[in-house]
């Protein structure tokens, strides 16, 4: 059984200051200066004049002409989202967050701790109280629901209330599943673009999805490539395994600056974070291999953007030299920065062989081209095609994927 914790509009709650910033009014999270001009996430007034996430400005403007518009705010979404991790992870919680708002965790492994699935949904719901005394994203909002797929928990908890949970069980989900309108797929990366398009050749729920002609799955990838069988095997109530995160220290290091600043300033201000993160002693003489570098924008909300190093570093010149180049991507001065780890990597102190041979110097290379890989796109980013029966005649039975270990 999967767990789905949502809490609606949360980069915008966060954004706005609260909940009760939201209440009766048409608002949405503003494109940032030399992005396109894109909407965020909006509130349910402004849905109400028919305004959507990603919308355009000037459509949603013309849709809402009251519509007001608020600065982004990735690092307080980053931090508040995080609150809520720490809290589920505290009931013994193995998370897959899929979107700050949208997470899951598998409710197997807990019912003898909580005493059986009532008690893990309780405990789950407690936790989320708790975060909410520490975050203003959380509290009576966060919706929970559990079935036995993400997707379908997803469902579930879109149809929960703050106060009532959704559970889906047993032959009943494919039946629920089937009565969720189409709209449920704008809730996947993957296959959020095919709403629209299914609504014009009429498909209105997942049943209409799943009940197209044998052939449905073959049309659908003529049509709609990947993405297309994706959406009929998720309306079908098949979906891949939970990918929970990896549990790392927290470490990270913030500088206000005086004065606003940008370009040299804002270099000098890096140098430091940088040698103050690197004599951190919780860092244990470990190696960096992914941090965040955030900053407080002069004109409101912040910027925040992910680095992942080529090779594990904790040299402070090469990690300066790295970071620095994307303090070009600042969209307006800065008032404060903010370097975060996100991966460590191994022991700085780790020296290959004096004389090794060639293929041990590829084989090295080549693993650390993996664990780079790995850490941009997921643990399923890299696989290796693995031969288990060479007589058949059937290519899946033939030749299996599975996950490259170096």
């Known amino acids: 059984m999967v767990v789905c914790v949502y809490l609606p509009r ?142 379908c928990a997803l469902a579930a908890a879109l149809d929960a209330g703050s106060r009532r949970v959704v559970v889906v069980e047993g032959k009943g989900a494919q039946r629920y599943l089937d009565r969720q309108p189409v709209e449920l797929l704008r809730f ?48 079908g109530g098949v979906d891949t395994p939970l990918r929970t995160r990896r549990l790392e220290d927290r470490l990270e290091e913030s500088l206000q600056l005086g004065e606003p600043g940008s370009g040299p300033a804002l270099e000098r201000v890096l140098g430091v974070l940088v040698d103050r993160l690197l004599a951190r002693p919780e860092r244990r003489g470990r190696t960096l291999r992914a941090a965040s570098l955030s900053a407080r924008l002069v004109e409101g909300g912040t910027w925040q953007e992910r680095v992942v190093f080529r090779q594990a570093l904790s040299d402070a010149r090469r990690m300066r030299l790295a970071l620095s180049l994307r303090l070009v991507l600042l969209p307006a001065p800065a008032e404060g920065l903010r370097l975060a780890v996100e991966r460590f990597g191994p022991p700085d102190g780790e020296q290959g062989t004096l004389f090794q041979s060639a293929r041990t110097a590829r084989l090295a290379c080549l693993r650390e081209a993996v664990s780079q890989v790995r850490t941009v796109a997921g643990p399923e980013a890299a696989l290796r095609a693995l031969c288990v029966d060479e007589d058949s005649r059937i290519p899946e039975r033939r030749v299996v994927l599975t996950p490259y270990s170096g």
């Open 10 to 151: 949360f980069e915008l709650v966060i954004a706005a200051g609260g909940p009760q910033a939201l209440a009766g009014r048409g608002l949405a999270i503003a494109p940032l200066p030399g992005a396109e001009a894109r909407v965020g996430e909006v509130s349910g007034a402004a849905e109400a004049f028919g305004v959507r996430d990603g919308m355009a400005l000037g459509e949603a403007l013309a849709r809402c002409p009251d519509l007001g518009l608020v600065a982004g705010d990735p690092l307080g979404v980053a931090r508040a989202w995080e609150v809520v991790a720490r809290a589920l992870e505290g009931i013994g919680a193995a998370l897959e967050l899929a979107r700050p708002g949208i997470a899951y965790f598998e409710a197997d492994g807990l019912r003898g701790l909580h005493g059986g699935e009532e008690g893990v949904i309780a405990a789950a719901r407690g936790a989320l109280r708790a975060a909410g005394r520490a975050s203003i994203g959380v509290g009576r909002a966060a919706r929970v629901g559990a079935g036995p797929t993400r997707f």
């Open 188 to 235: 996947r990366v993957q296959t959020a673009a095919l709403v629209e398009p299914l609504r014009r050749l009429g498909i209105r729920t997942l049943g209409e999805l799943r009940e197209l002609s044998p052939a449905g799955p073959d049309a659908l990838a003529d049509r709609f490539g990947e993405a297309g069988v994706l959406a009929h095997r998720l309306a």
